[in-house]
């Protein structure tokens, strides 16, 4: 658990209070965030927190009780909800794991009231921390108040969904390479795993576009200074949507084209088949009308007998290659 006192006077320094791990000191940060200041507005953040201490905080910020179970849960599509003056917003954080080539996800959700924001994270990365970093490197949007805070956290996790697509994409030449490459190597799976990954980050962008949609737009007791901020976070939500699903129509595109690749050297290799069985079917025939042993066939006691018919098997298999080969059969 941490907790920051920010003042909107962008002169003054953060105030980090000590919540430790001690009930007593809970209770310390509980009621330093029970007696802000007018220009003073509080930052809780927690990491993968459990009920009982959401249940208390969520009693001391008048969070809904609907509003502790999705943040315990976690797994929430992004959305926003409003629950009387507490603004909820879910969002799935992103990232690009280089070694198998896989893209994981978190979340992190978002409560803001009047006075103060609240930031629960499920998942390895914690995008809170350099969000922190942005806002001291910008204290201009305090004086947003806790929609500072909200906009910190999108602006880096829309910024992690930009360089994961990049990755991405780099991962889908590499594989278009290898798909159209002179070698017979079968790409299907590794297609449906990158495919597997962009879904993924599909579910992660494309409902968060409606919910920053919203915050692009007038809203009560939002700072109309706060806006155009929201405007360049959802504009780099917009390009990352579009890369996204041109991503994935790519890779229908990729895997269609793999599959008629893998349609034609199947074709390839019966025709190589049939032509070959039909070369050996022409000697296969001679010698089996010599081998049914009758005992009346002139050509036994004659003594060019057997040449002739080595000669006319070799000069059918012959021609046959050589017509199949001028066909591209062989």
Request: glycine share 6%; hydrophobic share 45%; net charge negative.
């Amino acid at each position: 658990m941490r907790c920051v006192i920010y003042r909107t006077d962008i002169s003054a320094e953060p105030e980090s209070v000590e919540c430790g791990q001690t009930d007593d000191a809970c209770r310390a940060a509980l009621k330093r965030l029970a007696d802000l200041g007018d220009d003073e507005f509080g930052w809780v953040h927690l990491d993968a927190p459990t009920e009982d201490v959401l249940q208390e905080l969520g009693r001391c910020l008048g969070l809904h009780p609907l509003a502790v179970e999705d943040a315990v849960q976690a797994h929430q599509r992004p959305k926003l909800e409003r629950y009387g003056e507490v603004l909820a917003v879910a969002v799935k954080t992103l990232w690009y794991v280089e070694e198998g080539c896989d893209v994981e996800t978190g979340e992190v959700m978002a409560f803001l009231g009047p006075r103060t924001a609240l930031t629960v994270r499920h998942g390895p990365v914690d995008p809170t921390i350099e969000a922190a970093r942005r806002m001291r490197e910008d204290p201009a949007t305090l004086r947003f108040g806790p929609v500072a805070v909200l906009h910190a956290v999108l602006d880096v996790v829309v910024d992690a969904y930009s360089d994961a697509a990049a990755k991405v994409r780099a991962d889908l030449t590499g594989l278009e390479r290898s798909v159209f490459s002179s070698s017979h190597d079968d790409h299907t799976e590794e297609v449906y795993s990158l495919k597997r990954e962009v879904l993924e980050f599909r579910d992660a962008v494309q409902p968060l576009v409606p919910v920053l949609q919203e915050f692009t737009g007038p809203r009560a007791q939002w700072p109309e200074s706060a806006l155009p901020y929201f405007r360049d976070v959802s504009d780099h939500l917009h390009r990352t949507d579009t890369e996204v699903r041109s991503l994935d129509e790519l890779l229908n595109s990729v895997l269609a084209a793999h599959l008629a690749r893998v349609g034609t050297w199947q074709n390839d290799d019966m025709r190589r088949i049939s032509a070959w069985a039909a070369i050996f079917a022409v000697p296969t025939m001679v010698a089996g009308v010599y081998g049914m042993n009758f005992e009346h066939m002139p050509e036994l006691g004659w003594s060019f007998g057997y040449p002739l018919a080595v000669g006319v098997m070799l000069t059918a298999a012959g021609l046959l290659y050589r017509a199949f080969r001028r066909n591209d059969w062989l």
